[in-house]
T-cell receptor, first 109, second 116 residues
Framework: KNEVEQSPQNLTAQEGEFITINCSYSVGISALHWLQQHPGGGIVSLFMLSSGKKKHGRLIATINIQEKHSSLHITASHPRDSAVYICAVFIITGNQFYFGTGTSLTVIP | EPEVTQTPSHQVTQMGQEVILRCVPISNHLYFYWYRQILGQKVEFLVSFYNNEISEKSEIFDDQFSVERPDGSNFTLKIRSTKLEDSAMYFC??????????????FGNGTRLTVT
């Protein structure tokens, strides 16, 4: 069974700070998903990656397949970034995603 | 941008009743999923569906659960006899391809099921 661990579980930052959220997993995967869940509950896809690095606006996601580790970075954080960030890994043989417990981010003005 | 739609947004039902949660995936997507999230807990996989059949299901997805794609657009999750512990947010998701690592999951806004 694949375990997906995220750290930290909770994070409070001042507006403008650089933020890093980490995700580690235990078995080989086909791809990794970073998701954002807002207080209302809706889940939005941020990135899907299987190698290297992706950037979208102030968000950067990296993955190291050999080390089974991914990071999500937020530059110049803003209160509207406050949400739960979830890492999910995809294993193609089972056609399913395994989800981490999420990192709850609060950005204070 | 096309999106996954779920109805209803909130469903309250009595224990033992049947509920059907409805989803309309994105039209050119081929892979469909149901997930649930109990309040305060992580998202859990229930079932994946492809080519009109279940491709994988979790241990949560017991005989009380079933899925259907009755008309080529809707994708439904039925719980035959609800239990208190079925209370959760249920998310439908779809994906265009499992072979393309750039093909993300698209989630609906969820149905909050409350069993009393």
């Amino acid at each position: 069974k694949n375990e997906v661990e995220q750290s930290p579980q909770n994070l409070t930052a001042q507006e403008g700070e650089f933020i890093t959220i980490n995700c580690s997993y235990s078995v080989g995967i086909s791809a990794l998903h970073w998701l954002q869940q807002h207080p209302g509950g809706g889940i939005v896809s941020l990135f899907m990656l299987s190698s290297g690095k992706k950037k979208h606006g102030r968000l950067i996601a990296t993955i190291n397949i050999q080390e089974k580790h991914s990071s999500l970075h937020i530059t110049a954080s803003h209160p509207r970034d406050s949400a739960v960030y979830i890492c999910a890994v995809f294993i193609i043989t089972g056609n399913q995603f395994y989800f981490g417990t999420g990192t709850s981010l609060t950005v204070i003005p | 941008e096309p999106e996954v739609t779920q109805t209803p947004s909130h469903q309250v039902t009595q224990m033992g009743q049947e509920v059907i949660l409805r989803c309309v995936p994105i039209s050119n997507h081929l892979y469909f999923y149901w997930y649930r999230q109990i309040l305060g807990q992580k998202v859990e996989f229930l079932v994946s569906f492809y080519n009109n059949e279940i491709s994988e299901k979790s241990e949560i997805f017991d005989d009380q659960f079933s899925v259907e794609r009755p008309d080529g657009s809707n994708f439904t999750l039925k719980i035959r006899s609800t239990k208190l512990e079925d209370s959760a947010m249920y998310f439908c998701a779809s994906r265009k391809s499992v072979w393309d690592s750039n093909s993300p999951l698209h989630f609906g806004n969820g149905t909050r099921l409350t069993v009393t």
